[in-house]
């Protein structure tokens, strides 16, 4: 049975239709299963993980490594998927695969080097005579769950590390873009990974929830949203979560940052991927001193950008995943502006497609100001003291990344440690993230850290050995 689905009689009851999110055109027709095929699931995501635990960690990095090669070579095909399945135009998505290729390499090295460490027994008293090591060994059975904003990147992030640390997992991909996720699995097993060790899966909310609360599965991995990822938590019980559930970015502007330098790393950050970016640039707090000319400088940036066709090179800002999606977009800014906000660019909406927006004067209790917009829309607003800075930015429920610019190097450093954030980028945007680098948020969700190296540890278990000689 292929990997890259798992259905049974009776669980084929219903097909999802994937859609292109710009035109609407059907893209892919896929079986679904249901809760009541978790048992199934289950006995084959055991055979998996027999044979994953059974793998040498060699077997593992050569697997991992071809699987990056293929996906260099096949490059193209992969970025054309992601702009007809999720939208990205297609410069977004040859980067898109260009860092899942260095994700999965990243894994093969994790496989290799990550293996455990010599345990200094005979420095203690009492234990002179003894040697001994840990290793790292796998969990088991993981179930992830992975978002359509980053379709193969974001998969490449759960399975690399899963995989390199010897476990089998059932990835169950977003509704919306399942094709992807099969593509990069199609690729696994292309290398030489035994198709038992991935069962990938699509589905309804029943079947997530049967799924994270078998008690075999040993981890759940999840990146997704805020009401997910308390469901999942209160139906989990007793085994591992690793949990990445958006943030609502600050940027802080000091008086003596370098404009020209702030307005287009605050212009990339706030649009990439229509703004479909956990880490996205959502708010910036600009000194009173350089507002204006920040302000105006933003605005002209984001009206050189084009939004539309994701086919188009010369697109810079493609469609939302839904419609639904770009008009949940457009309410939030309609709510901002009857509260008393002023729109200073786009907030115009074709079908899927919302044109980047900026607004100003957005009140702190406006879900645009207080909650994740997930959306091609920044609000700027002005402040007068660091202190007033670090407070607003600070004054949400959610933090993953933020951003400071300032050429005061001790300023940079004193802000950094005042702000909340998994991350804080200086003189830089607050999306910027390489793949190697630890991962996830500081306040209310966070659990655990992806990055390839802190993922394979939290996809892994110390096993110590000691000799008593």
């Known amino acids: 049975m292929s990997a890259a689905t798992m259905t049974s009689p009776a669980a084929q009851i219903d097909e999802l239709v994937v859609r292109n999110p710009f035109d609407g055109a059907v893209i892919g027709q896929l079986r679904q299963s249901t809760a009541a095929d978790v048992d199934e699931i289950l006995a084959r995501a055991r055979v998996g993980s027999q044979i994953a635990r059974g793998m040498s960690r060699f077997t593992r990095h050569e697997i991992l490594e071809r699987t990056a090669a293929l996906l260099r070579t096949r490059a193209e095909q992969a970025a054309e998927l992601i702009v007809r399945e999720a939208g990205k135009t297609i410069r977004q998505a040859r980067k898109e695969v260009k860092r899942a290729a260095t994700t999965i390499a990243l894994s093969a090295e994790a496989a290799r080097s990550q293996s455990g460490e010599v345990i200094p027994f005979d420095a203690y008293e009492g234990s002179e005579n003894r040697r001994g090591w840990f290793t790292r060994e796998p969990l088991g059975v993981i179930v992830a769950i992975t978002p359509y904003n980053d379709a193969l990147n974001l998969v490449a992030h759960k399975l690399g590390p899963a995989i390199a640390g010897g476990n089998a997992v059932v990835l169950k991909p977003s509704q919306e873009t399942p094709l992807t996720a099969r593509f990069l699995v199609e690729l696994l097993i292309d290398a030489g990974l035994p198709d038992e060790i991935v069962t990938v899966v699509h589905g309804d909310r029943h079947l997530a929830q049967a799924l994270v609360a078998a008690r075999e599965v040993r981890m759940v991995s999840f990146t997704g949203g805020f ?181 005061d190097i001790t300023r940079a450093l004193r802000v950094a440690e ?23 948020g500081a306040k209310y969700g966070s659990m655990g850290r992806e990055g390839v190296r802190f993922a394979y540890e939290e996809m892994t278990q110390p096993k110590v050995i000691c000799i008593n000689a």
């Open 227 to 407: 009401v997910t990822g308390e469901a999942i938590a209160r139906t989990a019980g007793l085994k591992r979560l690793a949990m990445e559930l958006g943030g609502n970015a600050p940027v802080i502007v000091f008086d003596d940052a370098d404009i020209d330098a702030a307005v287009q790393a605050c212009a990339s950050g706030s649009f990439w991927a229509a703004g479909q970016n956990c880490v996205g640039t959502q708010r910036i707090l600009v000194h009173r001193r350089v507002y204006d000319a920040f302000r105006d400088g933003l605005v002209a940036a984001t009206a050189t950008l084009r939004a539309g066709d994701p086919r188009d090179e010369s697109t810079d800002v493609g469609p939302m995943i839904s419609e639904a999606s770009a008009e949940r977009a457009e309410r939030l800014v309609d709510d901002a502006v009857a509260a008393g906000a002023r729109v200073l660019c786009g907030h115009r909406r074709s079908g899927s497609v919302y044109w980047p927006t900026v607004v100003e004067n957005v009140t702190l209790s406006c879900e645009l100001w207080a909650d994740e917009a997930f959306a091609p829309i920044v609000a700027i607003s002005r402040f007068d003291t660091e202190d007033e800075a670090v407070a607003q930015a600070n004054d949400v429920e959610y933090a993953l990344h933020a951003a400071t610019f300032t050429t």
């Open 418 to 440: 005042r702000l909340d954030g998994g991350g804080v980028m200086i003189n830089d945007s607050s999306d910027y993230r390489i793949d190697s680098m630890p991962f996830g």
